[in-house]
Each structure stands twice: as C-alpha cells, then as structure tokens.
C-alpha cells in the first residue's frame, strides 16, 4: 500500500525512554532529598538517626542514579548505530526492513494483531513487539490519509483531520 522510513537516532531514543526517564529521575531526586535530610536530621538530633532510614532512601537513589545514567548512555550509543528502519504498510500487516551501514541487516513481517500494544505520540506512532521492543514510525514521513489508515490498522483514535480533494 504505502512506505515510509524513521532514521533510529538520539530523538526517537528519547521519546521511546520518556516515561521511564521521567519515573528514575524522580526517584533518583527523592533519594537525593532523603538523604540529605537524614544527614541533617542526624547532625542536629544524633539521637535520631536510624539505619533503616538511610536504607529507605539510598535504595531509590542508587537505583534511580543507575538507570538515570543508563538511559543517558543508551541515547548516546544509539547515534552509532547509523540505521534506518523502512516499513511497507498492508492491511492486516507491516513489513520492516532494517538497513544499517547502507546494508539491510534484516526484514520482518509482523501481524498487527500480534503487537503487544501500539501508541501514538506528538512525533511517533510507536508499535511495541513486547514490552521493551519498539519499532517507532515518524508521522513527518506520512501524508495525511496515511497517518490515518495507519491510525486504523492500529486501532488507535482517529484525530480530526481534513482530507483535501
């Protein structure tokens, strides 16, 4: 029916690790903040301090700084990577072809109804394999009437959208 092409670089990283950047970095400032009142809390009132508090709040921060880092570093790499995914959209499927170093590297035909789930975002609609593999098409490469029949085959809210003849 129709192709388009999302070049997989920093952007597309972030938009697909938003959501777990957003709850890491939270719990890595709790973590932060938590400890810092403990250590003043245990400087003005030596009395108070208790182990169990500083567990509390060091396991947030040591988890939320790994992850915070790790998605960082996944942003980074992704520039390497120098690919290219193309997807050929049909009715009850979509074929991807992944071209890396101007070489395809590999192909796939997947179901729609196999889709773990789908998404749209501002820039994205974002199609999950499972539950952390996405395959991210940039809407910027769809016209219009395709954004909608992709939004149909995806099940996904219909925006309202004037179609020109």
Do not use: C
């Not at 388009?4 to 972030?14: D, G």
């Not at 050929?88 to 979509?94: A, I, N, T, Y």
């Amino acid at each position: 029916m129709f192709k388009t092409a999302t070049v997989i670089n920093s952007e597309v990283q972030k938009e697909i690790s938003k959501k777990a950047y957003i709850i890491w970095l939270t719990a890595l400032i709790v973590g932060v903040i938590g400890l810092v009142a403990y250590i003043v809390l245990g400087t003005i009132f030596p009395d108070v301090s208790e182990l169990d508090l500083l567990l509390f709040f060091s396991m947030p921060f040591g988890f939320g700084l790994v992850f915070v880092l790790t998605i960082k570093k996944q942003i980074k790499s992704v520039q390497t990577l120098n690919q290219v995914n193309t997807y050929e959209f049909f009715e009850d499927h979509v074929v991807v072809s992944t071209v890396r170093n101007m070489e395809v590297v590999g192909s796939v035909k997947i179901y729609y109804k196999d889709l773990t789930k789908s998404k749209e975002t501002e820039k994205y609609f974002l199609l999950y394999l499972n539950n952390v593999s996405v395959l991210p098409i940039k809407k910027d490469g769809l016209k219009k009437e395709e954004q909608v029949l992709v939004r149909a085959f995806l099940n996904l809210k219909q925006l309202k959208v004037e179609i020109k003849k």
